[in-house]
């Protein structure tokens, strides 16, 4: 994982907005806190890839089991769909019972969940048992994404959000060449993995901070006429953040559509060697910590820089439906997955920028359901679109179409967003 970004002075606080928890952006500690943090965010990941190698050998062991060709993928996917399916409801519970609380107990059961197909011999427990990994994940990256926005503020939260991601791509490629390393004792063997979990979750009690309101942090006492947080209840920002969660949903199908597809577009032009559509890949998904890191190093807001990352996508996917080769198809993948690393960024901050600390937990989760929705519905996006349109490139033309509309709807509201002191007139007369 690379080092983490030198923290900047955190901007004054203000009615809406949290500063970092005492301590949580200098000291010793800082470093763990946020090594734990980042750790804790790439677990469901795990769940995500981590079986992948082995899926045709427990196709195989349980070759007689009736419906084995739906069950064993939806071991892999299952976990998506419940994440998707709670995170708000985990949002809810992290709002009301505490993020670090929620955060320690999950990752324990994760850890427990997690290791279950060792030891069931039914194909319908095991898939039983990876839909609750899914519930663990969804309180675990709901809790790990609200304690960022808790812990931090200002271009730090930025920063920390794009390491988020960058190091969940980097721990997919990790998780994936393990998979398939543990793999070749057995398909049982990648589970063990989710055991190192449980050493995860006593540093998380002992060196995660529990965080506070910044507006309690370093304020005098109020008296009785002084209104405080308990009194004066904000309403939960519905509109602005259901807005940024469908654009999420949307961005998820645009980035998952080049991991879930690029295999498949490979082998529509002839290349069937493993080692090369790996390493394919592997420069595509580089390019998603290149755009994180561009985004973390910039200093732009998400608002600005949604324009541009939607348009990488749509760009991207235009060159890979018209590619004439495997090279230029892989280029094109690099520009879709340059777009989406700047892309899950500036929502994810944007969706936080929304949030008071009484209900983080509850955009966060929220956002995080939309998100992983996203993933699980990629793949049946994608189907019903090569059905329509005949072909995997020709549906991939068709993304390039709806991302080349979002991109100028965004543009569009950029555009008024900066003529918005301008009077009325000019204001439309500008578009």
């Not at 011999?121 to 309180?139: F, K, N, P, Q």
Request: aromatic share 6%; glycine share 10%.
């Amino acid at each position: 994982m690379p080092a983490p970004v030198p923290p900047l002075p955190s901007p004054t606080p203000t009615a809406v907005e949290d500063t970092p928890t005492e301590q949580a952006v200098s000291g010793p500690g800082h470093r763990l806190r946020l090594t734990l943090l980042m750790a804790g965010s790439c677990l469901p990941i795990l769940g995500a890839v981590l079986i992948a190698p082995v899926l045709p050998q427990m196709q195989a062991h349980f070759a007689d089991v009736p419906g084995v060709d739906a069950l064993v993928p939806m071991a892999l996917t299952i976990p998506a769909l419940s994440l998707a399916l709670l995170a708000p409801f985990a949002g809810v519970i992290v709002d009301r019972l505490g993020r670090k609380r929620l955060l320690v107990v999950s990752t324990v059961l994760y850890a427990i969940l997690g290791t279950a197909p060792l030891w069931l011999d039914s194909l319908g427990a095991i898939v039983a048992s990876r839909a609750l990994v899914g519930v663990a994940e969804a309180a675990i990256m709901t809790c790990c994404t609200t304690l960022i926005g808790d812990y931090y503020s200002g271009r730090q939260r930025d920063r920390y959000l794009a390491m988020q991601t960058m190091c969940a791509s980097i721990s997919a490629t990790a998780f994936f060449v393990l998979g398939g390393a543990a793999g070749s004792a057995g398909w049982r063997a990648p589970f063990w993995a989710y055991a190192v979990t449980l050493l995860l979750a006593p540093a998380m009690a002992a060196f995660l901070p529990r965080p506070r309101p910044a507006d309690r942090a370093n304020e005098p006492s109020p008296t009785a006429s002084e209104p405080t947080e308990q009194t004066v209840k904000r309403p939960f920002p519905w509109r602005p953040l259901a807005g940024t969660c469908a654009l999420t949903l949307f961005g998820a199908i645009l980035f998952y559509t080049v991991q879930v597809e690029m295999a498949f577009l490979l082998h529509d032009m002839g290349v069937s060697s493993p080692g090369v559509i790996g390493l394919a890949t592997a420069i595509a998904s580089a390019a998603v910590v290149i755009g994180a890191v561009v985004f973390a190093k910039a200093g732009r807001s998400p608002q600005a820089w949604l324009p541009t990352a939607f348009g990488l996508c749509a760009l991207g996917f235009a060159v890979i439906w018209l590619a004439p080769n495997p090279v230029v198809l892989t280029i094109g993948a690099v520009i879709n997955c340059l777009g989406s690393g700047i892309m899950l960024p500036s929502l994810l901050t944007l969706a936080m920028s929304k949030l008071d600390y009484a209900d983080r937990g509850r955009g966060t989760g929220l956002w995080t359901g939309s998100f992983f929705l996203g993933q699980f519905i990629c793949p049946l996006v994608v189907l019903a679109l090569t059905s329509a349109v005949g072909t995997l490139a020709n549906a991939l033309g068709v993304l390039a179409l709806a991302g080349t509309v979002a991109t100028a709807a965004l543009g569009l509201t950029v555009r008024r967003r900066r003529t918005g002191a301008i009077p009325e007139p000019i204001r439309q007369m500008a578009g």
